[in-house]
């Protein structure tokens, strides 16, 4: 959580996406790091798990940041654009289905929601591991990456965290 809290305080963000909402925790960290008009739209596959965010959400008081869209992610981020009006993503989150990270961070490249300065923040790259989106993203001349060792919540398990900064 500060892992993530520090990045967003570093990105100051306009537009933020989640991937991955599952009980809400990451979005209502993220929304209440948010300047004035500043939003995230978090993405949640599961239909129960995303009445439970939307909950959360409320209860934290930060509905009015924070737009969830129930749905695949590989569905969602095409319609950024036209359906959601967004322009470029200023940090994304990446905390759903770990096999979905590459997938997902092309299809970010690919509708040009990426801009020069944008941040990818993935979590949980060892337990249970993203080895695909690491091998990607580090040898990507178009990212500069950062690792941040962390421990899986709640456990002494070593994990980490990988922030890219898109670089255009």
């Not at 009445?51 to 981020?77: N, T």
């Not at 790259?125 to 899986?152: D, M, W």
Request: charged share 25%; with cysteine; net charge negative.
């Amino acid at each position: 959580g500060l892992i993530l809290d520090k990045t967003v305080e570093e990105v100051n963000p306009s537009i933020a996406l989640e991937l991955g909402t599952y009980c809400g925790y990451s979005a209502v960290r993220i929304a209440r790091l948010l300047k004035a008009g500043a939003y995230l739209l978090t993405v949640e596959l599961n239909p129960e798990v995303a009445a439970i965010a939307k909950q959360i959400i409320e209860f934290a008081g930060v509905q009015d940041k924070v737009k969830l869209l129930e749905g695949p992610s590989q569905e969602i981020i095409p319609q950024l654009k036209k359906k959601y009006e967004v322009d470029t993503l200023d940090f994304v989150f990446l905390d759903h289905w770990k096999d979905r990270y590459t997938p997902d961070t092309i299809l970010l490249q690919e509708c040009n929601l990426l801009r020069k300065g944008s941040v990818l923040l993935a979590d949980n790259i060892i337990v249970p591991g993203a080895p695909e989106f690491i091998k990607y993203i580090r040898n990507n001349p178009r990212f500069q990456c950062t690792n941040y060792p962390s421990h899986l919540e709640y456990m002494q398990v070593e994990d980490a965290m990988e922030k890219a900064v898109f670089l255009g």
